[in-house]
């Protein structure tokens, strides 16, 4: 089960963490990613690690202002926004796959992933 938190309402140029915990799974074997969906547009890709090796892959429009990172002894990942626009207002998810072994696989769309979070709110206010 993925839990998602730290969502909530900032302005643009603001930095903002969300987080994903894991209960009840053991992340090494897995692909963890966040997907955000805004109002009114699909579910997209944001950002994935590899638990084993520590890969990490993002999507343009977040690249050098997002970063994702995982913390083995807490069994969580971090997004870290900075420079948050309001295009980046979304609910965030948190999504996990069992790894693959293709150790800097790229897989960024919603049906690559199996398990999923509720769900984050982030708003950036202009």
């Known amino acids: 089960r993925l839990v998602e938190s730290g969502g909530g309402l900032v302005q643009a140029g603001d930095s903002l963490s969300v987080s994903c915990a894991a209960s009840g799974q053991i992340l090494s074997s897995y692909i963890m990613a966040w997907f955000r969906q805004a109002p009114g547009k699909e579910r997209e890709f944001v950002a994935s690690?590899?638990?084993?090796?520590?890969?990490?892959h993002y999507a343009d429009s977040v690249k050098g202002r997002f970063t994702i990172y995982r913390d083995a002894a807490l069994n969580t990942i971090e997004l870290q926004m900075r420079s948050l626009r309001p295009e980046d207002t979304a609910v965030y998810y948190c999504?996990?796959?069992?790894?693959?072994?293709?150790?800097?696989?790229?897989?960024?769309?919603?049906?690559?992933?199996?398990?999923w979070g509720q769900g984050t709110r982030v708003t950036v206010s202009s």
């Open positions: 690690v590899h638990w084993r090796n520590n890969v990490k």
């Open positions: 999504a996990a796959r069992t790894d693959s072994a293709y150790p800097r696989a790229l897989y960024t769309a919603e049906n690559d992933y199996v398990f």
